[in-house]
């Protein structure tokens, strides 16, 4: 809890996903003061496909995380079974580990806390407008689902509040942009033996005319069915279920009985680009900003990644004095132009049911092809920040200032 004495942090981190949970494991590691915000009460249900692909895990392990995942028993992947008009390809994919959000981002929470992290649940956080322009802090307003309003500050803010999140309204230098082509996400819990066909450790996707459908079996053995759907579809069906019966028949796949009996969850448009992602003090990180579309494993590791390099930044930052902002647009333009050229590709694919029916045919004639995909998605890198921008001297030799007059 807050202490109410002193409610200054050096970094404030709004959102208790993937990205923000890193970021303050990282920090507070490394001794600073941190507060991480999360609006909804944990452990929360989350729109998503549960799996982490190898750079996700790899990020992880950097910071020893894994252990902690798989000690609430995360199911390790080892093959994609994709479905369409009847007919299955199988590629084997190993590498990966499939976790519920519920339990995934609750034992991230847990090793923040035990870092030393300051979590609080239930509370939306604002980041208010700037005060002065060399305010030497951001002031962020938190709201519980209680009904108190308080007024904390910050040295920074780290905005990691996801694709809806809504800690920045009041900053209109941040708006985003929805792709008018958007799918939107679902998502729901079916019961174990829901789909006795699908063993664990596969990652089964099905695609039909109106969208694209995933399956895992979770760590508890209930099924986790994620899908990114059109919004057209969604209104012309009765209900979520119904759609999601649609895909599946369409694909060949299995249908469960429980799929128009249990509760969908949903988030609208899946693809939306933020330009700006670094203000004075303030850095957007995940799905904050921007995101292509789901089912290529991708938006975990991505969030996680910048996770660490948020963080490294601002440690960075710290001994050697520059402009954070600058450097943090940068990697993440970085980031975002070497990875999302596949998503994009693949996410552009899927919508197309027939193309995906020949893929699936050649695919099956030459398995070398689907594996060469596969290995593109999860190419290895190291480290998201260059050196470049790392170093004082080229940033501020790029950005035109001298890096000592430049400190934030
Ligand atoms: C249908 C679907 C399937 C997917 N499948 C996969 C998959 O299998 N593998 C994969 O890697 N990725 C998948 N993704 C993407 C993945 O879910 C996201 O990329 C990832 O969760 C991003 O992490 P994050 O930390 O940026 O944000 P999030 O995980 O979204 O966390 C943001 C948090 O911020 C909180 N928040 C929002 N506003 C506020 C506020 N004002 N104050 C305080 N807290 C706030 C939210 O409640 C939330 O808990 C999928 C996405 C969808 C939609």
Not at 7 to 21: D, M
Not at 28 to 57: S, Y
Not at 73 to 78: E, G, L, N, R, S
């Amino acid at each position: 809890m807050i202490d109410s004495q002193s409610e200054h942090y050096e970094v404030v981190i709004i959102g208790a996903g993937p990205a923000g949970s890193v970021a303050a494991i990282s920090l507070a590691r490394a001794g600073k003061r941190v507060l991480l915000v999360e609006k909804k009460a944990f452990p929360r249900f989350k729109v998503c496909g549960c799996c982490l692909n190898p750079n996700a895990l790899r990020t992880l392990e950097s910071l020893d995380l894994v252990k902690h995942l798989r000690r609430k028993d995360a199911v390790d992947v080892d093959q994609f079974r994709l479905r369409s008009h009847g007919r299955q390809l199988i590629v084997p994919l190993p590498g990966g580990m499939i976790l519920s959000r519920q339990t995934m981002d609750q034992t991230l929470v847990d090793v923040a806390v035990e870092a030393g992290v300051d979590f609080l649940d239930r509370h939306d956080a604002t980041v208010l407008p700037e005060q002065t322009p060399e305010a030497d802090m951001v002031f962020v307003e938190l709201n519980a689902q209680a009904g108190n309003t308080r007024v904390i500050s910050a040295g920074h803010v780290l905005v990691a509040d996801g694709l809806s999140g809504s800690s920045l309204k009041r900053r209109p230098e941040f708006q985003s942009d929805v792709a008018k082509s958007s799918y939107y996400g679902v998502s729901a819990h079916l019961p174990e033996n829901s789909h006795p066909l699908l063993e664990p450790g596969t990652i089964e996707m099905a695609v039909g005319r109106s969208g694209y459908v995933g399956c895992v079996v979770l760590e508890d053995g209930s099924i986790n069915y994620s899908s990114a759907v059109s919004p057209e579809a969604l209104r012309s069906h009765d209900s979520t279920g119904d759609l999601i019966a649609t895909i599946l028949q369409e694909a060949g796949a299995h249908l469960p009985n429980e799929l128009t009996a249990v509760e969908w969850q949903g988030v609208p448009h899946l693809t939306r680009t933020r330009t700006n992602f670094a203000a004075r003090r303030i850095l957007l990180l995940g799905d904050a900003t921007g995101y292509v579309e789901p089912f290529t494993g991708e938006g975990m590791a991505w969030a996680a990644e910048m996770g660490v390099a948020a963080a490294e930044l601002l440690l960075t930052a710290e001994a050697r004095s520059f402009d954070v902002a600058s450097a943090w647009r940068e990697t993440v333009l970085n980031l975002r132009s070497r990875r999302q050229v596949w998503c994009r590709r693949l996410s552009a694919f899927l919508r197309h049911s027939n193309l995906v029916h020949f893929g699936l045919i050649f695919g099956r004639l030459i398995p070398s092809i689907p594996t060469w995909i596969v290995s593109q998605l999860y190419e290895s890198h190291q480290s998201v920040i260059s050196d470049e921008f790392t170093d004082p001297v080229a940033l501020s030799e790029k950005s035109g200032h001298h890096a000592s007059s430049a400190s934030h």
